[in-house]
């Protein structure tokens, strides 16, 4: 395929995968196979708009640029009209309601198994002096309430708000379905709304039925609390306004 630029923009690089604009094209670098084709087969059976599938050459994936552009970014300041956002909310909805895919994903980790990960997490994020116990344990509490028997739904797995493109008020593409299988469906709408608590209400909706706010709120403090760590070790920045960091001081 011919690329009508030269300049190659680094998206987002780390010692796991990388990802590069070339023009109109992306190039998704993952040395982990498993990734690249749970990817490319959430992408085949989400009944959601999805980017197309240019080649496959491992470690690299190429897929096409999507029109419109996201909703804003964490730590970011938010755009979009309610409309906009309640569309992503009924996009969502659209995909926690189709057909089960076959494997477990990330929103899908087993309760017990995630309580132990977290609580380790927390021990090692105060032992280390990364964040205060005064911080840790109120937000761990908060967590618990995500721990509980939940029904699977097709889930995205890493639904920030940097992968859900919207133009028009309506939804042009969901990219980054690397995660994606069995979940908790709460999971992703939380991961949507992260740090931009002000949306939730219109997420909601679009999304449509009743949802547990506490639920929504645990996940916030268990994805950032989880989420610290590997930031700083990978050269993010959590403790940037509006970020993980200011999350978990938002919940006290």
């Known amino acids: 395929m011919a690329v009508t630029t030269d300049e190659v923009q680094v998206v987002v690089a780390h010692s796991e995968r990388a990802t590069l604009r070339v023009g109109d094209v992306f190039l998704k670098v993952d040395a982990d196979q498993a990734r690249i084709d749970a990817e490319v087969e959430a992408m085949a059976l989400a009944p959601v708009p999805t980017p197309e599938v240019l080649w496959r050459k491992p470690p690299v994936l190429a897929i096409a640029a999507i ?83 939940w029904t699977p739904a097709f889930t995205h797995g890493d639904l920030q708000i940097a992968h859900v493109f919207v133009e028009d008020d309506q939804v042009t593409g969901i990219i980054d379905w690397s995660e994606a299988g069995r979940g908790d469906a709460l999971y992703d709408l939380a991961t949507f709304t992260l740090g931009h608590e002000e949306h939730l209400d219109d997420v909601l909706a679009g999304y449509g039925g009743t949802v547990d706010l506490e639920v929504i709120r645990a996940w916030w403090a268990v994805r950032s609390l989880l989420a610290v760590r590997w930031l700083v070790e990978h050269g993010f920045d959590p403790f940037s306004p509006g970020c993980e960091v200011d999350v978990l001081r938002s919940r006290m």
């Open 67 to 149: 029109p419109g552009a996201t909703l804003g970014r964490l730590g970011g300041p938010s755009t979009g009209s309610p409309a906009a956002w309640a569309a992503a909310g009924a996009a969502i909805r659209k995909l926690h309601d189709a057909p089960l895919p076959p494997g477990v994903g990330r929103a899908g980790r087993g309760v017990g198994e995630l309580a132990a990960e977290l609580d380790a997490e927390c021990e090692v994020l105060v032992a280390n002096g990364l964040l205060p116990a005064e911080l840790v344990s109120p937000n761990r509490q908060i967590a618990e309430a995500a721990f509980r028997p």
